[in-house]
């Protein structure tokens, strides 16, 4: 799996942005057959987990400091996850991960090492 970020940018507080991940799958196997997750990583920090989708789609996770601001979703026609993201906020600066995992469970959604593929991220700045 081949994963192709987009979407990054620079926006001032409040402002808003959608992310895109586009998904070259293998043939045989069907994009909605891997949980999709959004990562991100600041400068000196760690790599967090942002929003996932489980394998088959059903519901999303969020990680809580982008409850009710960021909404994941995705297009298995077009093998695309989106990142919608509002009311940005400074600390939401980041580079932007999308991940795709072929066996990835639920429990596991929100690590990073779960996932079996990366793209190659995509900067998002927020400016005060």
């Known amino acids: 799996v081949q994963l192709q970020a987009s979407g990054g940018g620079l926006v001032q507080a409040g402002g808003s942005l959608r992310l895109s991940c586009t998904a070259s799958?293998?043939?045989?196997?069907?994009?909605?057959?891997?949980?999709m997750g959004w990562f991100r990583q600041a400068p000196g920090k760690e790599r967090e987990f942002v929003a996932a989708?489980?394998?088959?789609?059903?519901?999303?996770y969020y990680a809580d400091s982008v409850k009710g601001r960021f909404t994941i979703s995705r297009d298995n026609a077009k093998n695309t996850v989106y990142l919608q993201m509002n009311s940005l906020k400074p600390e939401d600066t980041a580079v932007y991960y999308c991940?795709?995992?072929?066996?990835?469970?639920?429990?596991?959604?929100?690590?990073?090492?779960?996932?079996?593929?990366w793209g190659q991220g995509t900067q998002v700045t927020v400016s005060s």
């Open positions: 991940a795709a995992g072929a066996g990835t469970i639920t429990s596991s959604l929100p690590n990073p090492q779960s996932y079996n593929y």
């Open positions: 799958v293998a043939s045989g196997r069907s994009f909605n057959s891997y949980a």
């Open positions: 989708f489980g394998r088959s789609g059903g519901r999303s």
